[in-house]
T-cell receptor, first 113, second 110 residues
Framework: NAGVTQTPKFQVLKTGQSMTLQCAQDMNHNSMYWYRQDPGMGLRLIYY???????DKGEVPNGYNVSRLNKREFSLRLESAAPSQTSVYFC????????????FGEGSWLTVV | QQQVKQSPQSLIVQKGGISIINCAYENTAFDYFPWYQQFPGKGPALLIA?????SEKKEGRFTISFNKSAKQFSLHIMDSQPGDSATYFC?????????FGTGTLLAVQP
């Protein structure tokens, strides 16, 4: 049981380049999330999807777009990367049947130079 | 802006001691308060959680104390071990998402 799988694990981008972080979960969860983690800032919610076909902004959505491709997959796109987007990105999923427990992937380390 | 405030930012405890991490929240509509543990290079994982209808929950060496009137909750790690060294996040649950605190880096010295 893989849980939440995200790719790539590491990526270096130049300012202005675009890229997509991919995420898939195999737990049949309805809700999926993208968080970023920065030193001293904790985990901040970028976007979330409460169910297939819906997406909502979190605390820090600027500069990002998301797509809930199907129930399993939730991607995060940086259209024009900026150095301020250098961070560790975590995808996560949850479901009411899991008692609101959020399960995280192992993270994607993104550096924008 | 919904917030969860966490302290201290870092904590050093001797092996066998008690580690205490505190959190405060603002929104009385929050209905679920988990603590997550994160080891270096890994994603956070649920450690223990509490709902506001109880004042304390204990699982092994880990205890959450919850004070609804003060809007505060804390994590106590009894008999702290070097293997407990990690970053700990408190969180609170409004509808459909979790709001996290800023994290506490715990180091347990042997």
């Amino acid at each position: 049981n893989a849980g939440v799988t995200q790719t790539p694990k590491f990526q270096v981008l130049k300012t202005g380049q675009s890229m997509t972080l991919q995420c898939a979960q195999d737990m049949n969860h309805n809700s999926m999330y993208w968080y970023r983690q920065d030193p001293g800032m904790g985990l901040r919610l970028i976007y979330y999807s409460a169910s297939e076909g819906t997406t909502d902004k979190g605390e820090v959505p600027n500069g990002y777009n998301v797509s809930r491709l199907n129930k399993r997959e939730f991607s995060l796109r940086l259209e024009s990367a900026a150095p301020s987007q250098t961070s560790v990105y975590f995808c996560a999923s949850s479901d009411r049947n899991s008692g609101n427990t959020i399960y995280f992937g192992e993270g994607s380390w993104l550096t924008v130079v | 802006q919904q917030q969860v405030k966490q302290s201290p930012q870092s904590l050093i405890v001797q092996k066998g001691g008690i580690s205490i991490i505190n959190c405060a929240y603002e929104n009385t509509a929050f209905d679920y308060f988990p603590w997550y543990q994160q080891f270096p290079g890994k994603g956070p994982a649920l450690l223990i959680a509490i709902r506001p209808d109880v004042s304390e929950k204990k699982e092994g060496r880990f205890t959450i104390s919850f004070n609804k009137s003060a809007k505060q909750f804390s994590l106590h790690i009894m008999d702290s071990q070097p293997g407990d060294s990690a970053t700990y996040f408190c969180a609170a649950h409004p509808t459909n998402k979790l709001i996290f605190g800023t994290g506490t880096l715990l180091a347990v010295q042997p």
